[in-house]
């Protein structure tokens, strides 16, 4: 399934998309929502897209399960 990384993302990041396309892809509207800074909302999308970028590589399921466990820390 193409789709299949949205059913891999936890709670938390289903609600940092969805309060990220409430705020029209504003950074800055995000970090004003959850009272932090850019770069912390930033590095937090970041994060994201590295954990998506890792459910779309096709890979080992050992090398994928690896990844995922750094991408966590």
């Known amino acids: ?3 299949e990384w949205i059913f891999k993302l936890d709670d938390d990041d289903i609600s940092f998309i969805k309060t990220l396309i409430l705020s029209s ?4 509207s995000v970090a004003a929502h959850y009272d932090t800074s850019y770069h912390i909302v930033r ?3 970041n994060a994201l897209i590295r954990k998506i970028q890792l459910t ?4 080992d ?3 994928k399960f690896i990844k995922s466990l750094a991408l966590d820390d």
């Open 43 to 45: 590095n937090r999308l």
């Open 61 to 63: 399921w050992y090398v």
């Open 1 to 3: 399934m193409k789709n």
């Open 25 to 28: 892809g504003s950074l800055k």
């Open 56 to 59: 779309e590589a096709e890979e």
